[in-house]
């Protein structure tokens, strides 16, 4: 399994952002999630869902602002953040997982990452 990130980018306050992360050798009954991290915290539960369709599952300070858009790219998973507040500044990743991961909203639940891609969101 292979998790690569991109576009991450410099954003001002309440712009939009697509993050995509392309994943290579998952199957149906794997799970994706979008952690992050900002500078001096613990990565964070962002979303998670499994790859072979289903809910998704928001962390409380992004629901409703981002989303898991249908990707149009195949073994391509997207981040849509909308309305995007300083504190969203972090190192999105993207992370996998061969199961539905008790705990999901734990970072040591997941068995592969991504490198990250940098999102910094000015005020």
């Known amino acids: 399994v292979q998790l690569v990130e991109s576009g991450g980018t410099l954003v001002q306050t309440g712009g939009s952002l697509r993050l995509s992360c392309v994943a290579s050798g998952l199957t149906s009954g794997y799970s994706v999630a979008w952690f992050r991290q900002a500078p001096g915290k613990e990565r964070e539960f962002v979303t998670a869902?499994?790859?072979?369709?289903?809910?998704?599952y928001f962390a409380d300070s992004v629901k409703g602002r981002f989303s898991i858009p249908r990707p149009n790219v195949k073994d391509t998973v997207y981040l849509e953040m909308k309305s995007l507040k300083p504190e969203d500044t972090a190192v999105y990743y993207c992370?996998?997982?061969?199961?539905?991961?008790?705990?999901?909203?734990?970072?040591?639940?997941?068995?592969?990452w991504g490198q990250g891609t940098l999102v910094t969101v000015s005020s």
């Open positions: 869902f499994r790859w072979g369709g289903g809910n998704h």
């Open positions: 992370a996998a997982k061969s199961a539905w991961p008790i705990g999901y909203v734990s970072p040591s639940r997941w068995d592969y």
